[in-house]
C-alpha cells in the first residue's frame, strides 16, 4: 500500500485545481476520480463569469469556451424580464467536458497520479495515515482533499452534515437561442416560485434546465417551460441530471488529516446556483493549507480550521452569505405578489447600470416595496454576489 502525501477524491475543478496545486509544490498527490473520462457527462450549464478567471489569475485556453456573453436577463417566465449588461455582466458559457477533462490532465502533467474509473467507497482516519477502499484497491495518505461533489460520501461518512440541495435537470437542444449573447435566467418555473429555470446560449446548441426543491414532475415542468419559450420542435443533444447545493453548507468543511472543497462542502452560490468559480477556488486554498500543514506536521483538525476562516473570509465567502440572504428574500412567501407585480411594471427593459435602475424606479411608478425590492436585486448581483458567483 503505497503512502501519498494527498488523497484527492473527485477530479472536478475543485478536484483538480487542489492536485495541480499540491502537485506544482512537489507533494505525492494521488488523483482519484470514478469517471472513466473526467467532465463526462457533463452536470452543469457552463456558465462563467470572466471576472472569476481574472481573480484565479487562471489563462483561459480558446478550448474551453463555446461562447462568450455579455448580459444576464433576469424576470419572470410570464412577467417583466431586464437585461442587465454591465462591464461586470461579461463571461463564457463553457465546454465543460473539455475544461474538466484539461484541468485532470493539467493536474497528472504537474506530476499527480490520476486513477480513472476508481470509486472510492471506504475512507478511515487513523493517527498516522487515511486511507482509502476503493474499487482498485487500497490506497493511504497523510491528508485527504473530498471533492467529491454535491453527494459527497466522506462528508457524510465523518458525520459533517448532509447537504440540502436543488434538484437539476437539463437538456441541451439543438440550435441557437433567440439571445445569444445572454444568459437568461427566470426566478420562478412553471409552477410557481418553487424553482427556477435558465437558457444559456452555447455556440450552436444552448442548454436549458430548471432548479427546484420539489422533484415530483421536474421533467415535465421543464419540458413545460421548452413549450412556453416555443423551443419544443428543438432535437435534445443531451439529457443532464444532478443536484446543486445552495440551500445550506457544512457547518464544518475539514476534519482531522480531511479537507471538504467545492460542491462537497455546499459551497455552489445559493442565489445564483454557480459552483465553478468557487471549486476552482477552493482547489487552490485547500492546495495551498494542506501544503503547508504537511511541512508544519500538523494535520490535526485545529489547524486544517485555517481554511474555513480563510474561506469564510474571501469574496466567495461573503458573497455565499450575500447570495444566501437575497434568494431567501425573493422566495418568500410574502414578497411573490411584490415579485410579480415588480417585474410587470418593467415590462422589458435594459439596465446599464446603478444610475439606470434608479431612473426606471421613478419612470415606472413603482411602489416603496417594489422598490425597495428592485434595489435589492440590483445591489444584490451588482455589488455582492455576480463577481464570485457565476
Ligand atoms: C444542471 C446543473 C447546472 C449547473 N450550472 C452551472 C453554471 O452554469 N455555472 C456554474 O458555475 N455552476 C453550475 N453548476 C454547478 C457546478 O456544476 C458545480 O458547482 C461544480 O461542478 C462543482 O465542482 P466540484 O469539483 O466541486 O464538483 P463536481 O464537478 O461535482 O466533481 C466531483 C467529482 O467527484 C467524483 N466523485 C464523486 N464521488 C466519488 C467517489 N466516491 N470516488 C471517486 N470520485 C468521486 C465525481 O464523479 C465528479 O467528477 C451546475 C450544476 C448543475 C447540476
Redesign the pocket.
Known amino acids: 500500500m503505497k503512502k501519498y502525501d494527498v488523497i484527492v477524491?473527485?477530479?472536478?475543478?475543485?478536484?483538480s485545481m487542489a492536485s495541480r496545486t499540491l502537485a506544482k509544490k512537489g507533494l505525492r498527490v494521488l488523483l482519484?476520480?470514478?469517471?472513466r473520462i473526467?467532465g463526462m457527462p457533463k452536470?452543469?450549464?457552463?456558465?462563467?463569469n470572466k471576472k472569476a478567471f481574472e481573480f484565479l489569475d487562471m489563462q483561459v485556453k480558446k478550448n474551453w469556451i463555446s461562447n462568450e456573453y455579455d448580459s444576464i436577463l433576469v424576470g419572470l417566465i410570464k412577467g417583466g424580464k431586464a437585461l442587465f449588461r454591465t462591464p461586470r455582466t461579461k463571461g463564457y458559457v463553457l465546454d465543460r467536458k473539455v475544461f474538466d477533462y484539461d484541468l485532470a490532465m493539467e493536474a497528472k502533467a504537474e506530476g499527480s497520479r490520476l486513477l480513472l474509473d476508481?470509486?472510492?467507497?471506504k475512507l478511515s482516519v487513523g493517527d498516522d495515515e487515511v486511507s482509502v477502499v476503493t474499487s482498485k484497491g487500497q490506497f493511504s495518505s497523510t491528508l485527504l482533499i473530498a471533492?467529491?461533489?454535491?453527494q459527497s460520501?466522506i462528508a457524510r461518512q465523518l458525520g459533517l452534515g448532509r447537504l440540502n440541495s436543488y434538484f437539476?435537470f437539463?437538456y441541451e437542444l439543438e440550435g441557437r437561442p433567440n439571445l445569444h449573447s445572454t444568459l437568461q435566467v427566470f426566478l420562478d418555473s412553471p409552477s410557481g416560485l418553487d424553482g427556477y429555470c435558465w437558457i444559456?446560449p452555447k455556440k450552436n446548441s444552448m442548454n436549458i434546465?430548471i432548479g427546484s426543491t420539489v422533484l415530483s414532475g421536474l421533467k415535465d415542468r421543464l419540458d413545460e417551460f421548452i413549450k412556453i419559450m416555443d423551443l419544443s420542435s428543438r432535437k435534445i443533444l443531451e439529457l443532464?441530471t444532478?443536484?446543486?447545493p445552495g440551500r445550506n453548507k457544512l457547518k464544518k468543511a475539514f476534519y482531522d488529516r480531511i479537507l471538504v472543497?467545492?460542491?462537497?462542502a455546499g459551497h455552489?452560490n445559493p442565489l445564483t446556483?454557480?459552483?465553478?468559480?468557487v471549486?476552482l477556488y477552493d482547489g487552490v486554498l485547500a492546495g495551498e493549507i494542506a501544503v503547508e500543514a504537511i511541512k508544519a506536521g500538523k494535520v490535526n483538525s485545529k489547524f486544517l480550521h485555517k481554511y474555513q476562516r480563510q474561506w469564510d473570509r474571501s469574496p466567495f465567502g461573503k458573497a455565499w452569505e450575500d447570495g444566501f440572504r437575497l434568494k431567501n428574500d425573493l422566495t418568500k412567501q410574502a414578497n411573490t405578489e411584490i415579485l410579480k407585480s415588480l417585474f410587470s411594471k418593467v415590462g422589458f427593459e435594459t439596465i446599464t447600470g446603478r444610475k439606470g435602475a434608479v431612473k426606471k424606479l421613478i419612470e415606472k411608478g413603482f411602489t416603496f416595496r417594489e422598490s425597495r425590492m428592485l434595489f435589492r436585486i440590483v445591489t444584490g448581483i451588482f455589488d455582492k454576489v455576480i463577481d464570485y458567483a457565476?
Open positions: 477524491v473527485g477530479a472536478g475543478p475543485a478536484g482519484i476520480e470514478r469517471k473526467p452536470q452543469c450549464a457552463e456558465g462563467i476508481t470509486a472510492v467507497n471533492a467529491d461533489g454535491p460520501h437539476a437539463q444559456f434546465g443532464n444532478g443536484l446543486i472543497i467545492g460542491d462537497a455552489t446556483g454557480g459552483g465553478i468559480p471549486a457565476m
